[in-house]
């Protein structure tokens, strides 16, 4: 089989994979977004961070979630960086 030909086909497959996908994937996710019901998990962690899931946030609030976000991103890849010799799966190299 040509490369052509294998890559032809490998796209019609990905495209009837698709077309046979996005209507139940679409209706799931409506059906997600769309739920005004939260589970006792998000309610926990609402409860935790001290959100209120039915009011939307204001700017100030979103900038300090995006920071707080970014802060412990970097701080957690840091972490990763300094501790990266003694992780599992490190092959040593330090």
């Given at each position: 089989?040509?490369?052509?030909?294998?890559?032809?086909?490998?796209?019609?497959a990905?495209?009837?994979?698709?077309?046979?996908?996005?209507?139940?994937?679409?209706?799931?996710?409506?059906?997600?977004?769309?739920c005004d019901?939260?589970l006792?998990?998000?309610?926990?962690?609402?409860?935790?961070?001290?959100?209120?899931p039915?009011?939307?946030?204001r700017w100030?609030a979103?900038?300090r979630?995006?920071?707080?976000?970014s802060?412990?991103?970097?701080?957690?890849?840091?972490?990763?960086?300094?501790?990266?010799g003694?992780?599992p799966g490190?092959?040593?190299f330090?």
């Amino acid at each position: 089989m040509s490369p052509v030909l294998a890559g032809v086909l490998q796209f019609l497959a990905l495209f009837v994979a698709l077309g046979l996908a996005y209507r139940p994937l679409g209706d799931y996710m409506a059906r997600v977004y769309s739920c005004d019901k939260h589970l006792r998990v998000e309610k926990w962690v609402y409860k935790a961070i001290g959100a209120n899931p039915s009011t939307e946030m204001r700017w100030p609030a979103y900038l300090r979630g995006v920071l707080a976000f970014s802060a412990v991103s970097v701080l957690f890849l840091y972490l990763m960086q300094r501790l990266q010799g003694s992780l599992p799966g490190s092959l040593g190299f330090v």
